[in-house]
């Protein structure tokens, strides 16, 4: 497992939101998508993914801009302002779906990164046939806003387990917003600030099942993207004068947009056309 994380931990950057003049604060998480060319198995078209509130404003509109930070090859990192109201932003049809991606294939002899290719991507089919069920163990690989590494990305790794794939929507919650039903799956893991974003993925180990051993060892496919945790608030009574203060407590269940959701996005007919498109328009060299 310890290669996985080191690959993973490649495909993974920060996102940073300005924070005044000259200030940078960190907003989240976000990830590197590889989708195969249909007819080059050596080309891809990469995407930068994350959740889609981690690039919107309290109003839900998207910043102007935004910084991702690239780990270099020289063993620091760089700083890359994306300016969003320039590029297009993709979004899953259903607006409740916590994703957005953008094209965006960084420099390879320049910059340290990986990204995930679209066959590890668990969808419907891949949860079927693998019987992907609560009990599961997940990680992600995300920001840790106590300290996210003086000279380069250091993603934290973060383990739990399946705690609910239901068959239903989920009522999320978010503070001054009204409520909203959303596809979720649910974790026993605790996600804080900084989290938003990651990718996260399940780690089906050969001996998961009982009486059953699965060859090959041990498989990883993308679970989906963190969107947040669940917060549960308490009424506290401190004097008749101070009374029903809200505390808010994490509960220690994640909520994760299912890959399957940005498996739809990734495969629309619009972007299935705007690959084929692109491959067309290759170089000889890269065709």
């Known amino acids: 497992m310890a290669n996985y994380i080191q690959e993973i931990k490649k495909s993974v950057s920060f996102i940073f939101i300005p924070d005044g003049p000259n200030k940078l604060k960190p907003n989240g998480t976000g990830f590197f998508v590889g989708v195969k060319y249909t007819g080059n198995e050596k080309g891809f078209s990469v995407y930068f993914v994350t959740a889609k509130h981690v690039l919107q404003d309290n109003h839900n509109n998207y910043f102007t801009e935004v910084v991702l930070r690239l780990n270099k090859k020289e063993g620091d990192s760089q700083l890359i302002k994306i300016d969003l109201k320039d590029i297009r932003i993709f979004e899953h049809p259903d607006k409740d779906v916590d994703i957005a991606l953008f094209n965006c294939f960084p420099d390879q002899n320049v910059y340290d990164f990986k990204f995930i290719p679209d066959n590890l991507i668990a969808n419907k089919e891949v949860m079927v046939r693998n019987e992907i069920a609560e009990g599961d163990e997940v990680f992600f690989a995300g920001l840790f806003t106590s300290y996210i590494g003086q000279k380069k990305n250091q993603p934290i790794i973060r383990f739990g387990k399946v705690a609910l794939i239901p068959d239903e929507k989920i009522e999320w919650k978010e503070e001054d917003k009204p409520p909203k039903f959303m596809d979720l799956l649910l974790l026993e893991c605790q996600s804080f600030g900084g989290n938003s974003g990651s990718p996260v993925f399940f780690h089906l180990n050969p001996l998961r099942k009982p009486g ?47 890959a399957d959701k940005l498996y739809e996005v990734l495969f629309s007919e619009e972007m299935v056309r705007l690959r084929q498109e692109q491959e067309k328009n290759l170089p000889p060299s890269e065709a």
């Open 212 to 258: 059953q051993m699965t060859l090959g060892g041990q498989t990883i496919f993308l679970a989906g993207i963190m969107t947040g945790s669940f917060l549960q608030g308490s009424q506290i009574q401190i004097t008749d004068a101070i009374a029903n203060l809200i505390s808010l407590q994490n509960v220690g269940i994640a909520a994760v947009t299912p």
